[in-house]
């Protein structure tokens, strides 16, 4: 089964692969891109794209950042109570074993 899901990824990541080879090579038209206080160099289109979906990408993953801290500080007190709960409960049930006998 782990060779299959090697496998399929293998495929997944050469078609990606293949995607991005033939996007590159289809979008060669150098383009200076002008950011209305810089005037950035001539470069494929392809280059800008890919640039731009970077930044994204990287924007995306700092946004989401600050929930991502706060979900794992909330599931570390969650484990932290689940774990004091787990011995109070083995207490009581020590308590009760010591009372039947």
């Known amino acids: ?7 399929i990824l293998a495929i997944i990541l050469l078609v990606v692969l293949l995607v991005g080879i033939l996007f590159a090579v289809n979008n ?3 383009i200076a891109l002008n950011l209305i206080w810089l005037e950035l160099p001539a470069v494929s289109l392809s280059v800008w794209l890919l640039a731009t979906l970077t930044f994204g990408v990287l924007m995306g ?4 950042l600050g929930v991502y ?4 500080a909330r ?6 109570q689940n774990k004091q709960q787990g011995k109070e409960l ?4 020590t ?3 010591k009372e039947l006998a």
């Open 75 to 80: 599931l570390a007190r969650s484990e932290r």
């Open 90 to 93: 083995d207490q009581l049930r």
């Open 1 to 7: 089964m782990r060779w299959i899901k090697g496998l």
């Open 95 to 97: 308590q009760e074993f």
């Open 69 to 72: 801290i706060r979900l794992k």
């Open 61 to 64: 993953m700092l946004a989401m």
């Open 28 to 30: 060669q038209q150098a």
